[in-house]
């Protein structure tokens, strides 16, 4: 076989392939033979079936199999004589018919050259935290109001209550899917209906009736109603009022303190604050240095991995919204630009570990398990299941390269301490993730 090794442009390749007939009729009789020890034909005994029957049934097959064998173990002589690293598999022409025998070619992609530069004069911001008594008063504050219990009241509604009601909507007098719902429970506050809807609320009673004229956001999620004015009918069905707790030992028995009360419920508070804090701020240093990675970094990728990775996101997205196989279909394209970025981000890190000859540190991979293993009741159990699958145990020791090279990359830059507040940077972490979710 004989092959012909050219770039057609960027990181695209064709080998061009002849394939000698000779050559190929000796690999179809090698497949036929291969065949006859098992096929099972009437009137022969198994392994007996004569060569003329054998090509008349399976030549067309064998034909095509060991072609596809020729092509594919040549494909790879080829390109690791060339010392090339194809980034997916070849798309293969269809076979023309020469003198020499079948002509095809192969075209792929390759990896790219990454010549890596250095984070060096790059400014990564760390927020400097202290966690203050009054951080760990308003995470115990929320606390109590998530265990508060709601006591019907024949005042009017003010903000904090809770009501029930049931409502009617209409836009431009006409009624639409999803306009009326019965006991929907509202909290006034909370910030969870559309502009003007809770205020409007506001002051009424049980058993009165609310007229509202509104009008759904911009960027509203129905289409068919977004930026379109409306008017509600709401009748307040009930008003409830919240009773916190007391802050004592019985409240801190709540979340499993025995022994010690609110003062061990505080301790307790602020190391789960603390924890919650460095994974933060680690999070955000990491989102530093990758995004100075990909400004210092402009190299060309493999259309053949941001299309995997687009299927991928899409997939999850598929799976987050709970559809099964078929049942949605998301265009590739909308994932494109994440999955440019995610697949850049990983050649670029791969490229690190292979030059620095990084490898999980032990130490930090026993310490990954710890810390997942510590919200199951046997965390024990949890490592040792860890342990004993190669896959799963690939991905902690994955996750811990990463954190070696960010540390890697964080003495190149300067980093800069910022004096920050514990709910301004969990603010910030919370609105990210609800991003992230939407």
């Not at 390759?110 to 760990?136: A, F, N, R, T």
């Not at 995470?139 to 006591?151: C, D, F, G, S």
């Not at 989102?287 to 100075?292: I, K, N, P, S």
Request: charged share 35%; proline share 5%.
């Amino acid at each position: 076989m004989q092959e012909n090794n050219e770039q057609t442009s960027g990181l695209e390749r064709r080998i061009t392939f002849t394939v000698p007939g000779e050559e190929l009729e000796q690999a179809v009789e090698q497949r036929l033979r291969e065949l006859g020890r098992n096929v099972r034909l009437p009137g022969f005994r198994q392994g007996r079936v004569p060569p003329r029957v054998l090509r008349q049934r399976y030549g067309k097959q064998a034909r095509a199999e060991a072609l596809e064998e020729l092509v594919r173990s040549q494909f790879y002589r080829a390109v690791a004589e060339e010392r090339l690293r194809p980034a997916g598999g070849p798309v293969l022409s269809e076979p023309e018919e020469t003198e020499g025998g079948l002509t095809f070619t192969a075209t792929f992609e390759v990896y790219p050259e990454i010549e890596l530069q250095s984070l060096e004069g790059v400014e990564i911001e760390k927020p400097q935290v202290e966690i203050g008594d009054e951080d760990v008063d308003r995470v115990i504050e929320r606390l109590r109001q998530q265990q508060a219990e709601w006591q019907p009241v024949e005042r009017p509604a003010q903000t904090g209550d809770r009501l029930t009601v049931d409502y009617q909507a209409t836009v431009e007098g006409e009624s639409f899917e999803g306009g009326e719902g019965q006991d929907m429970v509202v909290e006034l506050g909370a910030g969870r209906m559309i502009e003007g809807f809770e205020a409007a609320l506001e002051g009424a009673k049980p058993g009165e009736v609310v007229e509202m004229d509104l009008t759904f956001p911009e960027n509203y999620g129905r289409e068919d109603l977004a930026g379109k004015p409306a008017h509600f009918t709401v009748t307040v069905k009930k008003v409830e009022q919240p009773m916190l707790p007391e802050l004592d030992e019985a409240f801190a028995r709540r979340y499993g303190i025995e022994e010690g009360g609110m003062e061990a419920l505080r301790r307790e508070v602020r190391e789960n604050m603390q924890r919650e804090l460095e994974r933060t701020i680690r999070q955000r240093l990491k989102e530093q240095v990758m995004d100075a990675l990909l400004a210092r970094h402009d190299i060309p990728v493999p259309q053949a991995l941001i299309r995997e990775e687009s299927e991928r996101l899409a997939r999850q997205m598929q799976a987050r919204l709970g559809q099964q196989g078929n049942q949605l279909q998301l265009p590739l394209e909308m994932f494109a630009d994440e999955a440019k970025k995610r697949v850049t981000l990983g050649l670029i890190l791969a490229e690190l570990v292979k030059q620095n000859e990084l490898k999980a540190d032990q130490d930090k991979v026993r310490e990954a398990l710890e810390a997942i293993a510590s919200s199951y009741e046997n965390p024990a159990e949890v490592i040792q299941w860890y342990l004993s699958q190669p896959e799963e145990l690939a991905e902690v020791e994955s996750m811990v390269i990463e954190d070696q090279v960010v540390d890697l990359l964080l003495e190149q830059a300067k980093v800069v301490e910022r004096p920050t507040g514990f709910e301004d940077v969990m603010k910030r972490e919370n609105d990210t993730g609800a991003q992230a979710e939407a």
